[in-house]
């Protein structure tokens, strides 16, 4: 987290983007009469303050595009409630919803499939601009090459098609394109992971350096915690559709409370090798969303579940300022603690 980042979030309490009890289900039919649902969030409390980036983690199918295209308005949730800026998305007017869809924008895991093949670079970033009228047509034309230089593409690129570009340019055209509108929230789903190793570095450094200049905030989502460390001031960790552990980085990564966010730290290959705590490794694959394990939803795959586990839904426990987690068992561990603490200092006073 930066100097910067930290000032802006002690200044500002009221979180520019809520979430609350979000819930996305897929109605699916089985079989001649059956029907079901996928659930695919069930849920969910987050919230961003302005210029702060939350890292979403969580394996393949854990829920995590499903809440971002909800957040960015391009999916519409089942139940629960959206607030940005301190208004509800669901209840806005017309214009209030065209507001939003300009403040939040959504920067994709395949460049490719947000730019337009037949389009030049210009036109692409150019259509926002067009879309909501923003300036004159000259102003306009400048502004597309302002941030052909924001995003570090040659001003040249913008008389080419995407098929002349790399991956990382062709994701710093979208990027470029997403940010055309001024928004105050990307949410970014992978823009990472369909690019080469040696780019997503570059992209994930431009992600850094936007949000410092232009004080953004962003959501990004990750299916490891290996690339957020860097970029996120806090990690919210997703599973099976439910948030369940989330913190400030520097926590999450040094002290997880939850054995589902350390399996995924325990897999990230240079994961601090003088860490004391037991190292978790994860087996077995995501269950299904449309019937989720009964109590807690990792039960079937915890090393350290006990018998409520299968029974009985863990609820959140705060571990510490901004730190919280859904495990019985780690619930438990810090219960003796304080209980520990609690009897020393009667001892020492008596
Ligand atoms: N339109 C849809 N109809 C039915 N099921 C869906 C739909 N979209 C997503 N799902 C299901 O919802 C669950 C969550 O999917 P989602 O794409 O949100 O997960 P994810 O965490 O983004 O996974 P990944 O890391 O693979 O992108 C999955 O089981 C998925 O198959
Ligand atoms: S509640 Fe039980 S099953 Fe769930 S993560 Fe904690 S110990 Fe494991
Ligand atoms: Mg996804």
């Not at 702060?52 to 394996?59: A, H, I, Q, R």
């Not at 001031?233 to 999450?252: K, N, Q, S």
């Not at 995924?264 to 449309?290: C, F, N, Y």
Request: aromatic residues 4%.
């Amino acid at each position: 987290m930066t100097e910067q980042t930290r000032t802006v979030i002690d200044r500002d309490p009221a979180p520019l983007l809520e979430v609350e009890g979000l819930v996305k289900r897929f109605p699916i039919r089985r079989g001649l009469f059956g029907s079901g649902a996928v659930h695919a969030v069930e849920g969910v409390d987050l919230q961003i303050h302005a210029g702060e980036v939350l890292s979403l983690v969580g394996e393949s199918g854990s829920g995590k595009s499903t809440l971002g295209m909800c957040v960015t308005g391009m999916s519409t949730p089942t139940a629960g409630r959206i607030r940005f800026a301190g208004e509800d998305v669901a209840l806005a007017s017309r214009r209030g919803r065209a507001d939003f869809r300009r403040r939040v924008q959504p920067v994709f895991q395949d460049p490719r499939s947000s730019l337009d093949p037949r389009w030049p670079i210009e036109r692409t970033i150019r259509e926002p601009l067009d879309a909501y009228r923003v300036g004159s047509s000259v102003e306009r034309t400048a502004r597309v090459a302002e941030l052909m230089d924001l995003v570090g593409l040659p001003r040249h690129f913008a008389s080419r098609q995407p098929r002349e570009l790399s991956g990382g340019q062709q994701q710093r055209v979208a990027i470029a394109a997403a940010l055309a509108l001024r928004p105050e929230l990307l949410v970014a789903d992978e823009p990472v992971s369909a690019l080469d190793v040696s780019v997503q570095a570059q992209i994930l450094n431009l992600l850094d350096e936007l949000r410092n200049r232009l004080k953004l905030a962003l959501l990004f989502i990750a299916h490891d915690l290996s690339v957020v460390e860097h970029l996120s001031d806090r990690v919210a960790v997703m599973y099976l559709g439910r948030i369940v552990e989330t913190g400030p980085v520097e926590r999450i990564f040094s002290a997880p409370e939850h054995p589902y966010t350390r399996a995924l730290i325990d897999a990230i290959p240079h994961a601090d090798p003088g860490r004391k705590m037991s190292r978790i490794r994860l087996t077995g694959e995501i269950p299904s969303p449309v019937n989720p394990p009964s109590g807690c939803r990792f039960h079937p795959r915890c090393p350290v579940a006990v018998d409520r586990c299968s029974t009985e839904e863990p609820q959140d426990t705060q571990f510490d300022e901004g730190h919280s987690a859904a495990c019985h068992v780690a619930a438990a561990g810090l219960a003796q603690r304080r209980s520990i603490i609690s009897t020393i200092s009667e001892g020492a006073t008596s």
